[in-house]
């Protein structure tokens, strides 16, 4: 009796073993993945903005050992100032005769317009893109994709096409950056409740990271 227990016990030891290790990886990965994103980004920012920092400023050269983070600190004190600048009339004046310079290029002007729209539309604390998650049917009809709403759309395709066009971002899998730019119309879109930190969550995962249980009667199909 007591031989024939002790393989049992032993594969139990092991899977006991088996099952600690996995709920380390799963617990240490995400803190150690973004303490490691985190350290090369302070570290990057530190190597090219530190050696632009006059040594009369710099703490480092007063100080027996190196700051981290310092360059970082130098860029938001630096961002900080130019957008106190830029708030008043002069500031404003000078950003309009650099983009009437820029307006001259004919490739960099195109580049400088979109970025620039980019970032006001996802700074401004009253834009509402990317706040609404949707499902679309996509590559074909029977197959659901998620995707986020950035807009509606106000340009020639609107005026082109029957009914409300919506404009679609779909991201990709497992990289949520990329993705496609799809012109849909709103009746054709189901309307989620869950929030898009949830979404992302959802697609980064492939699907594995399930999103919180919401409230069902919520969840309807948008056609006005």
């Given at each position: 009796?007591?031989?024939n227990?002790?393989?049992?016990?032993?594969?139990?030891?092991l899977?006991?073993?088996?099952?600690?290790?996995?709920t380390g990886?799963?617990?240490?990965?995400p803190?150690g993945?973004t303490?490691?994103?985190?350290w090369?980004?302070?570290?990057?920012?530190?190597?090219?903005?530190?050696?632009?920092?006059p040594?009369?400023?710099?703490?480092?050269?007063?100080?027996?050992f190196?700051?981290?983070?310092?360059?970082l600190?130098g860029?938001?004190?630096?961002?900080?100032?130019?957008?106190a600048?830029?708030?008043?009339?002069?500031?404003?004046a000078?950003?309009?005769?650099g983009?009437r310079?820029?307006d001259?290029?004919p490739?960099?002007?195109?580049?400088?317009?979109?970025l620039?729209q980019?970032?006001?539309?996802?700074?401004?604390?009253?834009?509402?893109?990317?706040?609404d998650?949707?499902?679309?049917?996509?590559?074909?009809?029977g197959?659901w994709?998620?995707?986020?709403?950035?807009?509606t759309?106000?340009?020639e395709i609107?005026?082109?096409?029957e009914?409300?066009?919506?404009?679609?971002?779909?991201?990709?899998t497992p990289?949520?950056t990329s993705?496609?730019?799809?012109?849909?119309?709103?009746?054709?879109?189901?309307?989620?409740?869950?929030?898009?930190?949830?979404?992302a969550k959802?697609v980064?995962?492939?699907?594995?990271?399930?999103p919180?249980?919401?409230?069902?009667k919520?969840?309807?199909?948008?056609?006005?």
């Amino acid at each position: 009796m007591t031989d024939n227990n002790e393989p049992t016990r032993k594969i139990s030891f092991l899977h006991r073993i088996r099952n600690y290790f996995l709920t380390g990886l799963v617990v240490a990965s995400p803190i150690g993945i973004t303490l490691y994103i985190g350290w090369w980004f302070i570290d990057f920012v530190d190597r090219n903005i530190k050696p632009l920092i006059p040594n009369t400023y710099n703490p480092e050269t007063y100080l027996p050992f190196p700051i981290p983070g310092l360059g970082l600190v130098g860029v938001v004190l630096f961002l900080i100032i130019l957008g106190a600048l830029t708030a008043n009339l002069f500031g404003r004046a000078l950003i309009r005769f650099g983009e009437r310079i820029v307006d001259r290029m004919p490739v960099i002007r195109s580049v400088y317009g979109t970025l620039k729209q980019i970032f006001e539309t996802v700074v401004a604390q009253d834009s509402k893109s990317f706040s609404d998650v949707v499902i679309v049917e996509y590559p074909r009809p029977g197959i659901w994709a998620i995707a986020f709403v950035s807009g509606t759309n106000k340009s020639e395709i609107q005026d082109k096409l029957e009914g409300e066009m919506i404009n679609l971002f779909l991201p990709t899998t497992p990289n949520p950056t990329s993705g496609f730019l799809l012109f849909v119309p709103k009746k054709d879109l189901i309307y989620l409740d869950m929030s898009t930190d949830e979404a992302a969550k959802y697609v980064i995962s492939a699907g594995l990271v399930n999103p919180e249980t919401l409230p069902q009667k919520n969840k309807r199909k948008k056609s006005d």
